[in-house]
C-alpha cells in the first residue's frame, strides 16, 4: 500500500467491527495509518482487520467495551503500543432505538444505555487516551444531525448526540494548547445496518415499506441521497490529516444538505 497522508501515524476507531466505523478504519489504513480495530466482538475486529491486511495496510483488532472502564483501559493502552502513542482517535461506537416520553420502565433503560454508550462511552475513551495523544494529535467524535435538532420519540439518541457536541467543544478548548483538534462529525441518514433499522422504524409508522421509506430518507435531504459509509469516512480522514491542522471545535454535518446552519 503506498504511503499516503497518515503514513507513521497509530490510530484507534472504535466500533470499527462494522458500518461507519469499518469503513473509517479502512480509509485511515488506506491513508497509511497502523489502525487499532475497536470492537465489541472478536470476529468483527479480526474481520476488518484481515481486510486491511489484505490491501498491504497495518492493523490490529482490539476488544473494547466503552460502557466498561476496565475494558477501555486495556484497549486504549494496547492500540497505543508499542511506542504508547495514539495520533488520532476516532470515537464511533454507538446504539440508537426510541426513548418515547410516555413511556415506561423500558424507556428509563434504553434512556440510560444510549447516553452510556453515545456520551459517557465517548468521554470514557477520551480520558482513557489522554495520556498517550502527543502534542498535535485529532480526536473526532461521531455525532448525527439529530445532535443539531431534535426527533420525537428519540429523546435520548438525539441528547446523547447533542452532549458529543458540548464535549467536543469543551475539549476542544482544553487542549488546544497542545495543537490538539477535537471536533465531530454529523452525518444524516447513511447506509448502515444501524440505519436501516431506523429508517424501517420510521416508515413503519408511516405505513411504507422498507423500500419506500428507504426512498424517502433520501429525499429528506436536498441532494436526494442515502449517504455511503465512505463518504463519512472521507471527512472523518480529512479532519485527521495535516490540512486540517486549523479545524478544532467544530460540529461538521454532512448529510446532503438536510441542515443548513
Known amino acids: 500500500m503506498p504511503e499516503g497522508r497518515l503514513a507513521g501515524k497509530t490510530a484507534l476507531v472504535t466500533g470499527a467491527g462494522k458500518g461507519i466505523g469499518r469503513a473509517i478504519a479502512l480509509r485511515l489504513a488506506a491513508e497509511g495509518a497502523h489502525v487499532a480495530v475497536g470492537a465489541h466482538k472478536e470476529s468483527d475486529g479480526a474481520a476488518v482487520v484481515a481486510e486491511i491486511r489484505k490491501a498491504g495496510g497495518s492493523a490490529l483488532a482490539v476488544l473494547l467495551d466503552v460502557v466498561d472502564a476496565a475494558s477501555v483501559a486495556t484497549g486504549v493502552e494496547r492500540a497505543a503500543r508499542p511506542d504508547r502513542r495514539l495520533d488520532i482517535l476516532v470515537n464511533n461506537a454507538g446504539i440508537g432505538g426510541p426513548s418515547p416520553f410516555d413511556g415506561d420502565a423500558r424507556s428509563d433503560e434504553a434512556w440510560g444505555q444510549i447516553l452510556e454508550v453515545n456520551l459517557t462511552g465517548t468521554w470514557r475513551v477520551c480520558r482513557a487516551a489522554r495520556p498517550f495523544l502527543p502534542d498535535g494529535a485529532r480526536i473526532v467524535n461521531l455525532s448525527s444531525v439529530t445532535g443539531r435538532f431534535g426527533v420525537a420519540g428519540m429523546a435520548a439518541y438525539s441528547a446523547s448526540k447533542h452532549g458529543v457536541i458540548g464535549l467536543t467543544r469543551s475539549l476542544a478548548l482544553e487542549l488546544a494548547s497542545r495543537r490538539i483538534t477535537v471536533n465531530a462529525v454529523c452525518p444524516g441518514w447513511v447506509d448502515t445496518d444501524l440505519g436501516r433499522s431506523g429508517i424501517a422504524r420510521m416508515g413503519k409508522g408511516m405505513g411504507k415499506t422498507a ?51
Do not use: C, R
Open 211 to 261: 423500500a419506500e421509506a428507504f426512498a424517502l430518507a433520501g429525499k429528506m435531504a436536498p441532494l436526494g441521497e442515502v449517504l455511503s459509509t465512505p463518504e463519512v469516512a472521507g471527512l472523518v480522514v480529512y479532519l485527521a490529516s495535516p490540512e486540517a491542522k486549523n479545524v478544532t471545535g467544530q460540529a461538521i454535518v454532512i448529510d446532503g444538505g438536510q441542515v443548513m446552519p
